[in-house]
């Protein structure tokens, strides 16, 4: 078992989760950065400035958001290419707030091999804590627990990322044709 104080005395992070501790921290930050430019975007459909967006980041919950931006874009947009663009970053937000979910509300347990390394991590949903496994449906234990990978979170913050950047893109382009 390492030693799990350090030299004060103090506790000290579990060394198992420092691979993926960095990953996920990157989930949250983009994330966050993904929440304020849906506000953003909503004010700039409501034709308000940065402050009006700072209160719906700040006020709705992402899934709220996402339902006032598609409210919005049906009645706000007349162009329909630029319609489609909003409807699919709506679309493609709700998926990304999914897969997000499923590593911020979370549980995570290293699985040691015999010299105390870790073989992998593994993690399961919050809200699969009282499910249970059924091996007469063909469940198993994968169904609930899964392994952690590195390679998923980093693209799951590029993609956060990326969308970000479409949200920021499409909001400007709806203000960018708006008459005069």
Excluded at 69 to 87: G, H, N, T
Aim: aromatic share 6%.
């Amino acid at each position: 078992m390492p030693d799990m104080e350090d030299e004060s005395g103090n506790a000290k992070p579990d060394s198992y989760f420092e691979k993926f501790a960095g990953p996920l921290g990157h989930v949250i930050l983009e994330f966050n950065y993904l929440e304020v430019d849906v506000g953003r975007m909503i004010a700039r459909l409501l034709n308000q400035d940065d402050m009006t967006a700072a209160i719906f980041a700040a006020t709705l919950p992402f899934i709220e958001k996402l339902k006032l931006a598609q409210s919005l874009v049906a009645v706000k947009v007349q162009d329909e290419d630029l319609k489609k663009e909003f409807q699919k970053i709506i679309k493609d937000a709700t998926e990304i707030n999914g897969k997000r979910n499923r590593y911020v509300h979370a549980e995570y347990w290293p699985v040691l091999g015999p010299k105390d390394e870790l073989v992998k991590m593994l993690h399961r949903r919050l809200k699969d804590m009282g499910k249970t496994i059924d091996v007469n449906k063909e469940q198993n234990l994968a169904d609930i627990l899964q392994p952690l990978d590195q390679k998923d979170i980093e693209k799951l913050v590029e993609d956060i990322s990326c969308l970000a950047l479409r949200v920021r893109t499409v909001a400007e382009k709806f203000i960018d044709r708006m008459p005069g």
